[in-house]
């Protein structure tokens, strides 16, 4: 029987989900390594969805589909962007088609689903992008793992401690009104007031808000020093064009989290609506590193565009993966072998940089970069490194222990020091 392919493009994976299981013997004895991808490739996560299945895709496309002596069947599977359909993805590939594993999603409800099912179930679920907190902290489930994403906080602790040696003293807080948006700015203001600065106001905003003006108009009444905002999706876009359709961009300096200036949406956008604007992230795309360069070449080259975040993620999702599925003779069976070679991993030559290891909560530790838009020689715009926070963990510099008594980010809870 002819070994069939089971890397699909964005295109093939939306028309293609239900994908057929080859009989053992067409790989051996053992059979193969069955691994179940679940990304949103409908509903409102699409675009960054089919970025995560790609960057995915090309790691197993480069490397080929073969760990040891067993074949790597990857059966991929819509979660339309909804919990309760990530939920029945998730059961469906586990129980009636046999995967050894869960891997993927992008929105924090359907990765919640997903863990609550693989906490039941006892399988190993595998999160390149899915960035809630709770997932890797108050809430951790041995058996799940953040492979390549990050916690939503621990991203922007390294741009309020930049902030602060800047100068910026005051700051005002424009994020979505939902868990990520509260944990992205929890973690800013929370490092920014113990720092000595202050927050002289926070404003939160619906997703998908076509009409941002009314809050500018009232950040600007507060006179900060700074502007910290927290958008994804075509929010991103919006807060970067009224920004600069108000004249606010050359007036009141405006840094973000790593989805408002993410490849995905300044593509989309003109330099005078996005140069310049300071961001941090675990991945930048104009970061001068062989490592990265290599990534970034061969993604453009693949899908005529530079990456983002998201194909970054999936990219070392799938070599994280690949490397503890080598070191344990690819006995993808073996639940807890897998699980204790992933947690014990270091991974050099990522997308991301130098190297990447897992902390004993299931999150990644990394270098965080501070970022800024910049216009390559081409033209395109590139999120460039400014600064460097060498292998930041998801709770900085505090003990994790004590840091975990603390309540988890919300609107009512920001961290603010007193």
């Known amino acids: ?43 409102v996560a699409a675009s960054t969805g089919r970025e995560l299945l790609d960057g995915w895709n090309m790691f197993w496309q480069q490397n080929g589909l073969k760990i040891g002596n067993r074949m790597v069947e990857i059966l991929v599977e819509d979660d339309g962007s909804n919990p309760d359909t990530a939920m029945q993805k998730a059961r469906r590939l586990h129980q009636q088609q ?16 997903v863990a609550e099912y693989a ?31 990050f916690s ?78 927290v958008q994804t999706g075509a929010d991103s876009a919006r807060i970067l064009q009224q920004w600069s359709n108000y004249g606010f961009k050359d007036k009141i300096p405006l840094i973000t989290s790593q989805n408002v200036t993410d490849q995905s949406v300044i593509r989309t956008l003109n330099a005078a609506e996005c140069e310049g604007i300071i961001s941090s992230s675990h991945f930048a795309e104009g970061r001068d590193s062989p490592d990265t360069k290599r990534f970034v070449d061969n993604y ?4 005529k565009k530079l990456p983002g975040i998201f194909a970054a993620e999936g990219f070392t999702g799938a070599m994280w993966l690949a490397h503890a599925l080598k070191k344990i003779n690819g006995r993808s069976e073996d639940s807890a072998a897998l ?22 909560y299931g999150n990644p530790v990394f270098d965080v970069y ?49």
Do not use: C
């Open 300 to 303: 453009e080259k693949a899908f």
């Open 152 to 229: 939503a906080s621990q991203i922007t602790r390294p741009l309020a401690d930049w902030a602060r040696k800047r100068g910026y003293k005051r700051v005002v807080t424009l994020g979505q009104d939902y868990a990520f948006g509260h944990e992205q700015v929890g973690g800013f203001v929370q490092v920014f007031t113990e720092g000595g600065g202050s927050v002289a106001g926070q404003f939160w905003h619906p997703l998908n808000t076509p009409d941002l003006s009314t809050y500018l108009g009232q950040i600007k009444a507060l006179n900060p020093d700074v502007v910290f905002s």
């Open 370 to 418: 501070i970022r800024r838009v910049v216009k390559r020689a081409d033209g395109k715009l590139v999120n460039a490194v400014v600064e460097t926070y060498p292998q930041v963990s998801q709770f900085w510099n505090y003990n994790p222990v004590e840091y975990l008594k603390q309540p988890a980010y919300s609107r009512a809870f920001q961290g603010i020091a007193k």
């Open 119 to 149: 906490k039941t179930a006892n399988v190993p679920y595998l999160m390149p992008a899915v960035a809630a907190d709770e997932l890797t902290q108050r809430g951790r489930i041995p058996n799940v793992l953040r492979t390549g994403g």
């Open 1 to 43: 029987m002819q070994r069939r392919n089971f890397i699909l493009n964005s295109a093939q994976a939306g028309a293609a989900l239900m994908l057929p299981t080859l009989s053992p013997l067409a790989f051996g004895q053992t059979g193969p390594i069955k691994i179940g991808f679940m990304s949103p490739l409908t509903g």
């Open 339 to 360: 699980i204790s070679a992933l947690s014990s991993e270091t991974i050099e030559g990522t997308p991301f940089g130098k190297s990447v290891k897992m902390d004993a």
């Open 98 to 113: 046999g995967v050894h594993m869960l891997v993927g999603n992008v929105l924090a409800n359907t990765g919640l689903a």
